[in-house]
């Protein structure tokens, strides 16, 4: 199998390949009395939220990007019988099973099926009762926990440069969800021999989520402080970065309100053009941005609050006069509806090129009359998950962008 390497320098270089999972029986599993507990506002109608995939896989496959499935390289990655082993035993074990004959119902349970009805039984969740053990009408009837934030690539591991920050999450519901890359990028055949560097390891004691880190260019990073991620991580992942020879000079510390409405930076601010951003008009008064170097001499960072307006700040660093496209024209009330629907959720596919949701239709017309190129994706059902097409795609690839 040909060797794979990661290549994210920028978030608008053309697209190549991208990583998705199609959501599959873990919506199904979820109910009203647990929503709260698998971080969900909502139930989204399977069938149709499958269809939305697909017609978002679809559409970037007519852009000429290759899309790789999240649930097909983990079935690769541990075809070998003492890898799916160990993989289990790590998964059984973060799921919390106190009781070690569920324990081992459970993992003989898992270990009949093939790599892939195995993968995705993971994902869906087991029951009590999948396994033999008698299910109590008043107790969580999980023994392993649904995963129906996966079909938010972008979170469990984010790909910087040539190498991966696999991330640390959060939220215990969805910690087990790093796995999958960390055996996907030490055991996968396409993967395994890359030589992809590790920026930030899923076992660090604080905390970093993908929605948070964004490649502005082969200069520049920008990482949310946010509910997600600590601010401790961003200065790990900057050192790891920095002392591995990368061609990033700075890490740009955007700290934006930690609530659960501006969850990670991506939903609140990204990229679309060499010089045009979205942005949710409600961080920008109390939005404060750091940027950290790193003195070679000295061998350690140097972090430095920035003055002034966001545009100035990017523009400095960018070497561009940068313009902030505010969703829903930063009325208050249009841009509070279409951000609870990530209006500012973009996925560039190139430079001036962006997959949005099709609901958030005043900030689509506002993009189109800043002459971007808006490719427009259904969504009644996957929005429900709070988090758009940036949220569902994870880049593997992007072409190196030619500076104007």
Same mark, same amino acid.
């Given at each position: 199998?040909?060797t794979?390497?990661?290549?994210?320098?920028?978030e608008?270089g053309?697209l190549?390949t991208?990583?998705?999972?199609?959501?599959g029986?873990?919506?199904?599993?979820?109910?009203?009395?647990?929503?709260?507990?698998?971080?969900?506002?909502d139930?989204?109608?399977l069938?149709v939220?499958r269809?939305?995939?697909?017609?978002f896989?679809?559409?970037?496959?007519?852009?000429?990007?290759?899309?790789l499935?999240?649930?097909?390289?983990?079935a690769?990655?541990?075809?070998?019988r003492?890898?799916?082993?160990?993989f289990?035993d790590?998964v059984?074990?973060?799921?919390?099973?106190v009781?070690?004959?569920?324990?081992?119902?459970?993992?003989?349970?898992?270990?009949?099926m093939?790599e892939?009805?195995?993968?995705?039984?993971?994902m869906?969740?087991v029951?009590k009762k999948?396994v033999?053990?008698k299910e109590d009408?008043?107790?969580?009837?999980?023994?392993l926990?649904p995963?129906?934030?996966l @079909?938010?690539?972008?979170d469990?591991f &984010?790909c910087?440069g !040539? *190498?991966?920050s #696999?991330n640390s999450m %959060?939220? /215990?519901?969805?910690?087990?969800?790093?796995?999958?890359?960390? @055996?996907?990028?030490?055991?996968h055949? &396409?993967?395994?021999n !890359? *030589?992809?560097? #590790?920026?930030?390891d %899923?076992? /660090?004691?604080t905390t970093?989520e993908?929605?948070d880190?964004?490649?502005?260019s082969?200069?520049?990073?920008a990482v949310g402080? !946010?509910?997600?991620?600590?601010?401790?991580?961003?200065?790990?992942l900057?050192k790891?970065?920095?002392?591995?020879?990368?061609?990033?000079?700075?890490v740009l510390?955007?700290?934006?309100p930690?609530?659960r409405?501006?969850?990670h930076l991506?939903?609140?601010?990204?990229?679309?053009?060499?010089?045009k951003?979205?942005?949710h008009?409600a961080?920008?008064?109390s939005l404060?941005?750091?940027?950290?170097?790193?003195?070679?001499?000295?061998?350690?960072l140097i972090?430095?609050?920035?003055?002034g307006?966001l545009?100035?700040?990017l523009?400095?660093?960018?070497?561009?006069?940068?313009t902030l496209?505010?969703c829903?024209?930063g009325d208050?009330?249009?841009?509070?509806?279409?951000?609870w629907?990530d209006?500012?959720n973009t996925?560039?596919i190139?430079?001036?090129k962006?997959?949005?949701?099709e609901r958030?239709y005043?900030?689509?017309?506002i993009?189109d009359?800043?002459?971007?190129?808006?490719?427009?994706?259904?969504s009644?059902?996957?929005?429900?998950?709070?988090g758009?097409?940036r949220c569902m795609s994870?880049p593997f690839?992007r072409?190196?962008?030619n500076?104007?």
């Open positions: 199998m040909e794979r390497k990661i290549q994210v320098y920028s608008i053309k190549k991208v990583l998705l999972h199609r959501p029986q873990e919506i199904e599993n979820l109910t009203p009395e647990y929503l709260e507990r698998l971080l969900f506002d139930i989204p109608y069938k939220a269809e939305e995939h697909d017609i896989a679809n559409l970037l496959r007519k852009e000429g990007v290759e899309v499935y999240l649930e097909k390289l983990a690769e990655a541990i075809r070998d003492k890898i799916k082993e160990m289990l790590e059984i074990e973060e799921s919390g099973i009781d070690e004959i569920a324990k081992r119902e459970a993992k003989n349970f898992l270990l009949s093939p892939k009805g195995l993968i995705d039984t993971i869906a969740g029951r999948d033999g053990l009408l008043t107790e969580y009837p999980f023994i926990d995963m129906p934030n @079909y938010f690539t972008r469990p &984010a910087i !040539s *190498g991966v #696999l %959060r939220r /215990n519901t969805r910690r087990r969800e790093t796995i999958f890359g960390k @055996y996907i990028f030490n055991h055949p &396409a993967f395994k !890359s *030589g992809t560097k #590790l920026w930030y %899923r076992y /660090n004691p970093i993908g929605g880190e964004l490649v502005l082969k200069d520049l990073i402080c !946010s509910e997600r991620t600590d601010k401790e991580s961003i200065f790990t900057a790891n970065i920095f002392e591995n020879n990368e061609s990033f000079k700075t510390v955007f700290d934006i930690k609530t409405a501006f969850m991506d939903t609140v601010f990204t990229m679309i053009d060499y010089d951003f979205t942005i008009p961080i920008e008064a404060k941005v750091t940027a950290i170097t790193y003195d070679e001499v000295k061998k350690e972090a430095k609050e920035e003055e307006e545009e100035a700040v523009s400095k660093y960018l070497g561009i006069h940068a496209i505010r829903g024209g208050r009330i249009i841009s509070g509806r279409e951000q629907n209006g500012s996925l560039a190139s430079p001036g962006v997959v949005t949701y958030n005043i900030t689509n017309e993009l009359k800043h002459n971007i190129e808006v490719i427009q994706m259904p009644s059902e996957l929005s429900r998950g709070r758009g097409p994870m690839v072409e190196e962008l500076y104007r």
